[in-house]
């Protein structure tokens, strides 16, 4: 049974048309993974499917009779709901608020509390998850917001479920729980819609296969696509390298930290080394984001903090900044860009300073951005365009220019190449190699062991709040830094 489908549908943005004739079926019981490159319109066709956005042109629909959605709320009422790449929650809202937002539990006058705590309090447990229904989503981590959203599609009972990129934020471990539930409603009969660049889940979890390239579709198929054909698909070219070779780095000691964050992190130690590119593994949750803002001064520590040997004063994310070291969050949604505003003035906020003499040169600034564009392959629709309104990938690499523009000697990456394509994946390895090779030292937090094992020579290993342990050379592998962040073994 087809519960809902795409035929011939094209969108434009303005004058710019992003998706060119695409069909695509969702069927009852199936999970179909929807795949390409960052920007190729993987997001639009879901919001599409969803009642966010109407087509330009062609139809969509459910259980074979075309419909036109008012809003999403429509196609909610269809059954059809899609958890969001770029989280869709109010984050000065509780968990429990959110969860139940626009559908409030009520008992005559009153809101049933009773009943809203107990189904959130049910559906964290199903997922495993430890964020509390009262706490404020902005004050809760990342992947449990992930899960958050997740809950919150769970308790409105879809037929179709379509998710962009839910596992882009979440461990294995959490994604495990995930595919569980997805397991679960397939088997309930469930149709569900599913992105990811990770592409050996889709190889797992999809039993039907669609690939995008520039808005138009190029491949369908039904399981049994590797990962290199997808990725050549999607692509266009062949990415098996998908690492540089490794550069060895000189004994110039560039950072050196000894530092506790209250509440997150005791007493770390860490050095970073001129022309490295350092890892730093670990569960989430094991504190690495917090040790790295810590020293980056953007969050309460104490201990010391050195960088070419003079000490960076705590809190002072200023100071920091001015000894050369730039920090570029995981959270880019929150904290990372101003997603109102246009691409040049998010690129040239942190080192406004260079436009500005007396008053800001705008065509320096235009310039700085027909580069940014050129040399980290942002894909714009067009030069005016929000930061919010580039794909969520692009919007990475729109951060990636920023931090780079404010000319920094040690950069921290938390994770680099979060709801990044594979194509664009080699790009950004291949740019933190040649910031190394320039003599830039690099951190790199990241959650997906292969790409620290492929990026680093050193890696820390970071455990409930403290460093669990330092492996490099042939140590770097797989199995020492799993039991180390897992907190099975102390390194000797
Ligand atoms: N509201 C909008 N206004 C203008 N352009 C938009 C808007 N939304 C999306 N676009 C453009 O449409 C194109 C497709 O974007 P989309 O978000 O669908 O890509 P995607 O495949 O989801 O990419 P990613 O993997 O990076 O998430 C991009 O060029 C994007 O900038
Ligand atoms: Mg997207």
Request: overall charge neutral.
């Amino acid at each position: 049974m087809i519960r809902l489908a795409l035929k011939g549908v094209r969108r434009s943005f303005g004058p710019v048309e992003v998706l060119h004739g695409v069909d695509l079926e969702l069927h009852e019981g199936e999970v179909h993974a929807l795949i390409g490159e960052n920007g190729a319109g993987k997001s639009t066709t879901m919001k599409i499917l969803s009642g966010y956005l109407n087509p330009t042109v062609g139809e969509v629909l459910v259980d074979g009779k075309p419909v036109t959605f008012g809003a999403s709320s429509e196609a909610e009422d269809a059954g059809i709901i899609m958890i969001h790449q770029e989280f869709n929650l109010a984050s000065q809202l509780t968990v429990e608020q959110n969860i139940f937002l626009g559908r409030e539990k009520r008992k005559g006058m009153f809101l049933d509390h009773k009943t809203m705590r107990e189904e959130t309090l049910a559906l964290l447990k199903r997922l495993h998850c430890k964020a509390r229904p009262d706490a404020k989503v902005r004050d809760i981590s990342v992947p449990d917001r992930q899960m958050v959203e997740i809950a919150k599609a769970l308790s409105r009972n879809a037929r179709v479920l379509i998710m962009d990129e839910p596992t882009a934020v979440l461990t294995d471990r959490e994604t495990e729980v995930l595919f569980e539930q997805v397991e679960r409603l397939k088997a309930e009969g469930v149709a569900i819609l599913y992105t990811s660049h990770k592409l050996g889940e889709v190889r797992r979890l999809a039993d039907r296969i669609t690939v995008l390239r520039d808005g138009t579709q190029v491949h369908s198929a039904t399981r049994g696509m590797t990962e290199d054909q997808m990725a050549t698909a999607m692509v266009g070219r062949d990415v098996s390298d998908l690492y540089p070779p490794k550069l060895p780095c000189g004994d110039q000691v560039v950072l050196e930290a000894d530092v506790t964050v209250p509440g997150h992190v005791k007493a770390a130690k860490l050095t970073l080394r001129k022309g490295e590119v350092l890892g730093l593994a670990g569960l989430v949750g094991a504190g690495r984001t917090e040790l790295m803002e810590g020293i980056a001064g953007l969050r309460d520590r104490t201990g010391t903090v050195r960088v070419n040997g003079t000490e960076i004063r705590a809190n002072d994310p200023k100071a920091a900044m001015a000894a050369g070291l730039a920090y570029l969050t995981e959270d880019r949604k929150e904290c990372g860009l101003l997603l109102n505003f246009p691409l040049r003035e998010n690129l040239t906020l942190l080192a406004l300073e260079k436009f500005s003499k007396g008053l800001i040169d705008r065509k320096a600034e235009d310039a700085a951005l027909t580069q940014a564009i050129k040399e980290f392959d942002i894909r714009v629709p067009h030069r005016k365009v929000r930061a919010g309104n580039l794909s969520g990938g692009n919007q990475q690499k729109l951060l990636l220019a920023k931090t780079m523009l404010a000319n920094p000697k040690i950069v921290v990456i938390d994770e680099p190449t979060r709801g990044i394509d594979i194509g664009t994946k080699q790009q950004i390895y291949q740019f933190i190699q040649k910031l190394a090779a320039e003599g830039l030292s690099v951190v790199v937090i990241s959650s997906e062991l292969p790409e620290v094992i492929g990026l680093c020579d050193r890696v820390i290993v970071m455990h409930a709040g403290h460093v669990a342990g330092e492996v490099s050379g042939t140590d770097v592998n797989e199995q020492t830094i799993v039991r180390l962040a897992m907190g099975l073994e102390e390194a000797a």
